[in-house]
């Protein structure tokens, strides 16, 4: 069964600098979520897309931004990076028309800042 | 304040045996729970959904509780295997939330041959 794919698995960057990662769902899921995992903790909430459209919005610093495009991808930007920053950034996916459907993650993006 | 607290940070148990998982929550209305397990590096992977007007659910060698009353969920694997070593991690889904997960700290389970 197709499964979340997330790019890039590994991404370096240095202080201020950008990144942008980004977000294939499954297939017929209609709502994304985007999660932070530093090191020795659980993931946290930052920002969730469905129908393209912001659904809600949790701990994501004002210097993140995300969307959700056509095909239902998504993207998180990243600017200004800090080494706070550096992180493991997972991306989750649902079809929430269907009641209680659970989220299913990606493997996520190892986001080192230098 | 509002926690998600797991029994505790590791778990060892042998080959074999039925391992338990306890997940508390205080001051959340969950609308349902869910369990993951995490390998290192790796994005957690989906287990078993509970709802809230469920007592328990099964899937093979797995099974969850959730007691509203208690605000608890257990979760047991039972025969385990070393293959189950991994970190488990419950999750709540609050009542009128747009469904964002909020992870409990997770428990490190070791299966030991």
């Known amino acids: 069964a197709a499964g979340v794919i997330q790019s890039p698995r590994h991404l370096i960057k240095e202080k201020r600098e950008t990144a942008t990662l980004k977000c294939y769902p499954i297939p017929r899921h209609d709502t994304v979520y985007w999660y932070q995992q530093g090191p020795g903790q659980d993931p946290q909430f930052l920002i969730s897309?469905?129908?393209?459209?912001?659904?809600d919005k949790g701990s994501i610093p004002d210097r993140f931004s995300a969307q959700q495009f056509s095909d239902y991808h998504s993207e998180l930007n990243m600017s200004s990076l800090e080494l706070g920053d550096s992180a493991l950034y997972f991306c989750?996916?649902?079809?929430?028309?269907?009641?209680?459907?659970?989220?299913?993650f990606g493997d996520g993006t190892r986001l080192s800042i230098l | 304040s509002q926690k998600i607290e797991q029994n505790s940070e590791a778990l060892n148990i042998q080959e074999g045996k039925t391992a338990t998982l306890t997940c508390n929550y205080t001051n959340y209305s969950p609308a349902y729970l869910q369990w993951y397990r995490q390998d290192p590096g790796r994005g957690p992977v989906f287990l078993l959904l509970i709802r809230e007007n469920e007592k328990e659910k099964r899937k093979e060698r797995l099974k969850v509780t959730f007691d509203t009353t208690l605000k608890q969920s257990l979760f047991h694997i039972t025969a385990s295997q070393p293959a189950d070593s991994a970190t488990y991690l419950c999750?709540?889904?609050?009542?009128?939330?747009?469904?964002?997960?909020?992870f409990g700290s997770g428990t490190q389970l070791t299966v030991l041959p």
């Open positions: 897309f469905y129908e393209k459209m912001q659904s």
């Open positions: 989750a996916s649902s079809r929430t028309g269907e009641s209680n459907q659970p989220q299913h």
């Open positions: 999750a709540l889904v609050v009542s009128g939330s747009a469904r964002q997960l909020t």
